[in-house]
């Protein structure tokens, strides 16, 4: 099947997911959206020239391919058991997970499936919501060549880079190591900036050092001026997503019996960021958490 003849139903879309789904009915594929926020849904779908549905199972009648984009692999299950009378019908011939989830679940889940003769990509994303408007994120795919091969053009239009990065579940694992390296290197430069500034150096000036020297990360480059030196915090990206990926991380780690102790520490810093912090904070606020602490207001 191609862009003239897939009808897609895309699930769970949030921030990022809309212009995705839009980019793929600017391709020529007929999309299908459905999120639990009916009027965020239909706004979306109006902009991004998408079907807005009102059901998962309504949006998935007589498509082809599904594609989630879900918090965590039990909402992704979820919303399989809401739609399982559509999959019997076996219209589907491909279900993408865009979500960042648990691998090893991840990879049950994609047994489970094929059991029931329905191919399945775990296919989560790096970017954020600038790149996902543009498509150019990352896109990291678990499966066998095959399915691979089946969702890749559909990948390439909203991904600029497209990695097959091995068997099912290996998406997943490593979108959660790429969130562990990315939480770790924004709270050292957190740490970094907040001294620099405290022994005297401008904070901007901290920041364009480390962005022309070796201590620069995706952090300094594209949050710190954008996000926190101008305190707006708002990335588009939860605290606690980005906490929830750690932990998956941490324990595909353990699961492999690989020594991650500094990802643990990082963990274990995120975990009392987000307890302390409350009222659902970007994850860019964990910069704010290490100025608080620093200036003795709150300790860990």
Excluded at 22 to 47: I, P, Q
Excluded at 231 to 251: C, E, P, R, V
Excluded at 274 to 299: C, M, V, Y
């Amino acid at each position: 099947m191609n862009a003239q003849t897939d009808k897609i139903a895309f699930i769970g879309l949030g921030n990022m997911g809309f212009p995705m789904a839009g980019h793929l009915a600017k391709a020529g594929y007929e999309v299908r959206v459905y999120d639990g926020d009916a009027e965020k849904t239909g706004s979306h779908a109006a902009e991004f020239a998408t079907e807005p549905m009102a059901s998962a199972a309504e949006a998935v009648e007589g498509c082809s391919v599904l594609i989630t984009m879900l918090p965590d692999v039990r909402i992704v299950k979820s919303v399989l058991e809401d739609v399982e009378e559509q999959l019997k019908k076996g219209s589907i011939s491909l279900f993408i997970d865009m979500s960042s989830s648990d691998p090893v679940e991840t990879r049950i889940l994609g047994q489970t499936l094929a059991d029931k003769n329905i191919p399945m990509i775990d296919a989560p994303v790096s970017g954020g919501v600038a790149r996902a408007l543009t498509a150019e994120l990352a896109i990291m795919a678990g499966g066998d060549d095959t399915t691979f091969k089946r969702a890749e053009p559909i990948l390439q239009t909203m991904g600029q880079n497209i990695f097959h990065v091995g068997p099912q579940g290996c998406g997943q694992a490593m979108k959660a190591l790429n969130n562990l390296a990315s939480a770790t290197g924004l709270l050292i430069a957190s740490e970094v900036v907040t001294s620099a500034e405290k022994f005297g150096i401008d904070a901007e000036m901290a920041v364009d050092v480390l962005n022309k020297s070796t201590g620069r990360n995706n952090s300094t480059e594209t949050k710190f001026k954008q996000q926190i030196l101008s305190k707006k915090f708002a990335s588009g990206f939860a605290m606690n997503l980005m906490t929830k990926d750690l932990q998956a991380a941490i324990n595909l780690t353990n699961h492999v019996n690989s020594d991650a102790r500094l990802g643990e520490k990082s963990l274990e810093l995120w975990k009392s960021a987000l307890e302390q912090l409350g009222n659902h904070p970007d994850h860019t606020d964990i910069a704010r958490w290490i100025d608080e602490n620093s200036n003795g207001s709150k300790k860990s």
